[in-house]
């Protein structure tokens, strides 16, 4: 059986998104009384490869496999002979042979696609470079709970049309959502991203939109959503988007523009006084702590799912799909 995936967002159907986030929200309730099903992962181990550094990533997914009952094994790239020059296609088949997953954060999303295809095993997308898929089921987990649902909100995100825009995007259109992007001109989400978002959300209902005024953006938002303006791999050009970013500061302007029980998101790390004021991130808006927890909820139900399939399992909710099953949203 080929092994499922999970590179981007749109590897779930709205139906297997939607399953994902209510298994989620199930793990967060039980987390300090689990029953026997919620151990999934019993006698698995999986691989946490990490080639940039993380703080919430590593160590939900550290915690979370061990919570499943399996054995993670957290591997930094630049210690194995990944670091040596041994090929992504030979360190992928020789980790298929020791464990049951591969969760690896990488640069280009082309490597990721590389390894995945010399895998037997699911590889899992832990920040590339392109999208960052498991931040945004914790996104919308948090969403959901603070709001009761998803599908017609709107999301407004600003700043760098990054990763972190492009998970939103695609998350966002399986849900129903509207997300509306704000970026300086030249820092835009891609194209082909918005125009596969607005794909989706032709059935789902959501919509994407690339704007550049922030306030215009930000009036009547639901959620208010920014990342940092320079990711990693790109600290040296940080002092010149300081400057360029400036007007997407997600600060009290922002807030007022926005409805007025607005939520405030961010991924983290976050730098205060750069993409966000420090009085909205650490303001009765904001709910970034209660994100970076469902992390480890939202990832869980992520594995769970990816080995249900695995076994040809068809879990409630994802329509019985099995491996595979996302291709119908691709
Ligand atoms: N949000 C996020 O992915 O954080 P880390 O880089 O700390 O993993
Ligand atoms: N866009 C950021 C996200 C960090 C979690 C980066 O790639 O560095």
Redesign the pocket.
């Known amino acids: 059986m080929t092994a499922r995936h999970f590179l981007l967002d749109t590897d779930l159907t709205s139906a297997e998104q939607a399953a994902v986030l209510d298994l989620a929200d199930g793990y967060k309730a039980r987390r300090r009384a689990p029953g026997p099903a919620d151990r999934p992962l019993a006698g698995r181990s999986v691989a946490l490869l990490f080639e940039k550094p993380s703080t919430r990533t590593r160590l939900s997914f550290d915690v979370g496999v061990a919570e499943l009952g399996g054995h993670p094994v957290v591997i930094d790239a630049a210690s194995t002979q990944l670091g040596r020059g041994e090929t992504i296609e030979d360190t992928a088949a020789v980790l298929s042979r020791y464990v049951d997953a591969i969760v690896v954060r990488t640069f280009a999303q082309e490597r990721l696609e590389r390894l995945a295809a010399a895998a037997n095993v699911p590889v899992i997308n832990a920040?590339s470079?392109h999208a960052?898929p498991c931040?945004a089921l914790a996104d919308l987990q948090t969403i959901r709970e603070r709001r009761g649902g998803l599908a017609g909100l709107t999301l407004t995100y600003l700043g760098?049309g990054?990763?972190?825009a492009h998970s939103l995007l695609l998350a966002g259109a399986l849900a129903g959502m509207r997300v509306h992007v704000a970026s300086p001109p030249g820092y835009e989400p891609f194209e082909q991203v918005v125009r596969h978002a607005n794909e989706i959300g032709a059935a789902t209902g959501g919509e994407a939109l690339v704007m550049h005024d922030a306030l215009e953006a930000a009036a009547g938002a639901d959620v208010l959503y920014t990342?940092?303006w320079a990711?990693?791999g790109q600290e040296g050009e940080s002092d010149s988007r300081s400057l360029v970013f400036q007007p997407y500061q997600l600060d009290e302007k922002a807030v007022e523009a926005a409805k007025p029980d607005v939520l405030v998101l961010h991924?983290?790390?976050a730098h205060r006084e750069l993409e966000i004021s420090g009085s909205v991130l650490d303001g009765p808006h904001s709910a970034v702590f209660d994100q970076a927890e469902n992390r480890l909820h939202a990832q869980k139900a992520l594995l769970s799912l990816l080995f249900a399939a695995e076994a040809g399992v068809a879990e409630a909710g994802t329509g019985g799909t099995g491996a595979g099953g996302a291709d119908a949203a691709r």
């Open positions: 920040l470079d960052h931040q760098d990054n990763n972190v990342d940092v990711s990693m991924c983290l790390p």
